[in-house]
């Protein structure tokens, strides 16, 4: 499945596009109140494409007259589909995040090929994630408003799974449209349990669900009727599964996507061995519905509460002690980097060939944790933890849901992917990123020693910005909190940025040319006249150099004196 996303970048209040071209990407894991250990909800996403540059959009709030309309662009192709009306007031919204610490993130899983396209359709995906961040104050008001648009002007785009979180409440909401000759689409939307997390990763995931729980679950009355009428379904309604009929998965879907939905599971619940089958692409069916029987579940409580900073570390995985284990096999080479260049599939003779889709992969444009908390006031309580590029290897500054101006280093216009900008985080992070998939397991703990110090820090820093802005809001001082939480993250976004181009020139140095510089107390060791002092030459491992005898045999064998 291969999402293109083609990013507009339209300098307006009535509309802001994005564009990307992604291919089975996108991550997203969700966390309730009861799951996280201050009470926040959050949601995550990893923005993975080839063709996207990272940068943190903004959309001010904004008074519309009478009769206004918003022109909407297909985030897929950045081609013109129509105009809907403007409220009479729309809400600001930072990246993902609104004023009222609404979050919305997305995957898409594809689904029938026969329902991708619909004639006519005016909102597709991208645009219902940004318009209902606009219109909307809940999770619940957001699915109504997504749901709502779509059934009026119909659905744009192929199966999407979209996370929908608010300071009480998270959702997972599951799309895919009717196709050519009739409008909208279907849909069911599940509220996470509290003290549960759930996850999704380009596959669709709610399957059976309560048809007698409003509260709960929500879904368009046609959801089931539909499948009928199409020949997909003949059972009883308590046994339809939307997944299994509109997106039923199979090897790419087990391997490629809810893989990565296993891997984060893993990293906070025990109980996930029993999913590792699966996880490897062995979809396992039976049953009278002949539905997949070994399918992992759509939400799991962790075994403990978990933090803002469990949570981006559920973000940053290779598959580390699974059986899909990125830095286990050849294709990791000598310094064990658990990265493989796309494309995702390859062939020898005639047989077919993976190469992993991990959680954090060097294609992510930008990717973010949100936290909605219910204690504070909205400006104050909403943080989008934001970061670009790979999600191993950036570090999450807190944006908070208040500010009114976006920091220069994530500003849409400072560079773009053919546009190199010193300024730029994107362009700092990818410096940093791309040399040290050179010699991988020797230059990642120095990156992961500065993002950790840094996010240390901001984490640190919370309470008291939280408490500082709360005082001001509480006196009334309604702009002056936002200026503050807006200095605030202005400075620590361009000051991350600032250390990360630090990095880039302290990494440069130490490994240049394949030497190791010697240290000593955070210094580059010199001899007694000066000089730099011999720099350390760790070659290859040994079982990477009976790799290179195996393949060439004599050929490099010495049978004189050794040179330089």
């Known amino acids: 499945m291969i999402k293109r996303i083609q990013r507009v970048a339209i300098l307006s209040v009535l509309t802001m596009v994005g564009a990307v071209q992604i291919s089975l990407a996108c991550t997203n894991f969700l966390v309730t109140k009861g799951a996280s250990v201050d009470g926040s909800t959050m949601i995550t996403y990893a923005a993975d494409s080839h063709t996207l540059y990272g940068e943190l959009y903004f959309q001010p709030a904004q008074d519309h007259p009478e009769g206004a309309l918003r022109d909407i662009y297909e985030w897929d192709t950045g081609k013109f589909l129509g105009r809907i009306p403007q409220p009479l007031h729309t809400y600001s919204v930072v990246g993902n995040m609104n004023e009222f610490q609404v979050a919305i993130s997305e995957t898409t899983f594809g689904g029938r090929e026969e329902l991708a396209k619909q004639s006519g359709a005016i909102m597709d995906y991208g645009s219902l994630i940004y318009v209902a961040l606009q219109r909307a104050k809940t999770a619940r008001e957001a699915i109504e408003v997504m749901t709502g648009l779509v059934e009026k002007y119909g659905y744009a785009s192929s199966g999407e799974s979209f996370s929908i979180s608010d300071p009480n409440e998270v959702w997972i909401l599951e799309m895919i449209g009717k196709g050519e000759g009739e409008k909208g689409a279907v849909w069911v939307a599940q509220r996470i349990p509290d003290g549960y997390i759930s996850g999704h990763a380009n596959q669709a995931r709610i399957t059976t669900f309560p048809m007698d729980d409003e509260a709960n679950c929500l879904f368009s009355k046609d959801v089931i009727s539909f499948a009928r009428e199409k020949g997909w379904f003949d059972g009883k309604n308590k046994d339809f599964s939307f997944s299994d009929i509109y997106a039923p998965v199979d090897f790419g879907g087990a391997r490629f996507s809810d893989a990565r939905v296993y891997a984060g599971f893993n990293k906070v619940y025990s109980g996930m061995k029993q999913y590792e089958e699966y996880a490897l692409g062995n979809v396992k069916h039976d049953g009278e519905n002949n539905y997949p029987s070994n399918r992992m579940p759509l939400w799991i409580k962790p075994d403990k509460k978990l933090t803002v900073q469990d949570v981006m570390g559920m973000m940053r995985d290779h598959y580390q002690g699974t059986a899909l284990d990125m830095t286990q096999d050849i294709g990791a080479g000598p310094f064990k980097l658990p990265y493989r260049w796309r494309p995702l599939t390859f062939k020898v003779d005639s047989a077919t060939y993976v190469n992993e889709r991990a959680i954090s992969t060097q294609q992510t444009g930008f990717s973010f944790v949100t936290q909605s908390r219910s204690w504070l006031p909205n400006p104050v309580g909403g943080i989008l933890w934001f970061g670009v590029d790979d999600t191993y290897s950036t570090c999450y500054v807190p944006m908070y849901c208040g500010i009114t101006e976006i920091p220069q280093c994530f500003k849409v216009g400072n560079g773009d992917l053919l546009t190199y900008s010193e300024t730029s985080a994107f362009w700092v992070f990818n410096v940093v990123s791309n040399f040290a998939y050179l010699r991988y397991d020797a230059m990642i703990p120095d990156i992961l020693k500065v993002q950790k110090n840094l996010e240390d820090k901001f984490v640190a820093y919370t309470p008291s910005v939280d408490v500082a802005a709360q005082n001001l809001w509480n006196a009334g001082k309604?702009?002056?909190?936002?200026?503050?939480?807006?200095?605030?993250?202005?400075?620590?976004?361009?000051?991350?940025?600032?250390?990360?181009?630090?990095?880039?020139?302290?990494?440069?140095?130490?490994?240049?040319?394949?030497?190791?510089?010697?240290?000593?107390?955070?210094?580059?060791?010199?001899?007694?006249?000066?000089?730099?002092?011999?720099?350390?030459?760790?070659?290859?491992?040994e079982w990477w150099k009976k790799v290179i005898v195996d393949q060439t045999g004599d050929h490099l064998k010495m049978t004189g004196t050794p040179g330089h």
């Open 478 to 541: 309604k702009s002056e909190t936002l200026q503050f939480l807006t200095d605030y993250s202005v400075n620590q976004a361009n000051g991350m940025t600032s250390e990360w181009k630090k990095l880039s020139q302290y990494l440069f140095v130490k490994f240049i040319d394949g030497n190791i510089k010697k240290e000593k107390n955070g210094v580059f060791e010199r001899t007694e006249t000066g000089m730099p002092a011999n720099p350390d030459q760790p070659g290859y491992p």
